[in-house]
């Protein structure tokens, strides 16, 4: 009996205890209003300089993810321009071509190029057209801004054409609006321009003149635009100039093109066979 009242006396001791401290917290906190309040300014000020550099770092990493998304998209984006550019440039070559065949007296065979060796003196390039299509050796590779080859071997399905790029490619041709004839041929100097020799020193060129067959080799009809005049040279010791052209077709650029079916006349070429036996 005598522990159960000593064990309530010390409950009541911790209950008035916590009043009194409760009651010492509420006058503390009334009297010292102003107090807090000061501190509750200092822990707002220090802790708004403790988050100002949390807050760089979140905006650091939200411009991060931003920036990684921005540039996937922009990734994309160039993606769809390019095949975009791609397709309205091969629009662009299909309706010159459409308007080449439309205004041309000869016959053409559209081909597309499937093969390119661009990288040396024998270039060559191959086409999806063969004998079984028509194509023959001899005939010009063309398309709507002139001249690109010569088809020197054919299978029943493919050509392979020696472009104007090539060390052994050769073509008569004439200055237009002018009488004057030459060899065009590729001077194999890697600068990208073609080169018209035999022409008379007596015969102005002006730069920005137009290159076009001669039709007198008996392999190329006349009048297929090859190039235009850059620069003219004399050549020393000799009475004759060498003309600079920059050719008007691209052969890195090309993807569909005509072979332009031309028949070269038969007494023509036994008369140059004749002619060539007179000297063996």
Same mark, same amino acid.
């Given at each position: ?8 006396? %010390? ?5 008035? #205890? ?11 906190? *009334?009297?010292?209003d102003g107090g807090l309040q000061s501190v509750r300014k200092v822990s707002v000020v220090a802790m ?24 996937? $998209? ?11 550019? !791609? +397709? ?7 309706? @010159? ?10 016959? /053409? ?16 390039? #191959? =086409?999806?057209?063969? !004998?079984?299509?028509?194509? &023959?050796?001899?005939?010009?590779? +063309? @398309?709507?801004?002139?001249? +690109? ?25 004439? =200055? ?18 073609? *080169? ?10 002006? #730069? ?13 009809p006349p009048n297929i635009p090859i190039g235009r005049v850059t620069r003219t040279e004399f050549e020393?010791?000799? %009475? ?5 052209? $920059?050719?008007? &077709?691209?052969?890195?650029? =090309? ?17 140059? /066979? $004749? ?6």
């Open positions: 009996m005598q522990f159960s009242l000593r064990r309530t006396e %010390d409950i009541q001791d911790h209950v008035l #205890t916590v009043i009194f401290i409760l009651i010492a917290f509420v006058v503390m906190v *009334v009297r010292h708004s300089y403790l988050e100002q550099p949390l807050s760089q770092v979140r905006v650091y990493r939200t411009a991060l993810q931003t920036n990684e998304r921005l540039g996937e $998209q922009n990734i994309l984006l160039q993606d769809e321009l390019s095949r975009l550019r !791609s +397709i309205h440039e091969e629009n662009r070559a299909l309706r @010159n071509m459409l308007g080449l065949r439309d205004t041309t007296e000869h016959d /053409l065979i559209p081909a597309r190029v499937v093969a390119k060796n661009l990288t040396g003196i024998n270039n060559s390039i #191959t =086409i999806n057209r063969g !004998s079984d299509d028509g194509v &023959a050796e001899g005939m010009a590779l +063309i @398309n709507s801004e002139g001249l +690109i080859g010569q088809v020197i071997i054919t299978s029943p399905g493919h050509a392979l054409v020696m472009p104007f790029f090539n060390a052994l490619f050769r073509v008569s041709a004439r =200055i237009q609006g002018n009488r004057a004839y030459g060899i065009v041929s590729w001077s194999t100097d890697q600068s990208g321009e073609l *080169v018209m020799n035999y022409v008379p020193q007596t015969i102005t060129v002006n #730069t920005g003149s137009v290159i076009e067959t001669s039709g007198f080799s008996n392999q190329f020393e010791g000799r %009475d004759t100039q060498q003309i600079y052209i $920059q050719p008007f &077709a691209s052969l890195h650029q =090309i993807a569909e093109a005509f072979v332009l079916r031309y028949e070269p006349e038969p007494e023509v070429d036994e008369l140059l /066979l $004749q002619y060539e036996g007179l000297f063996q």
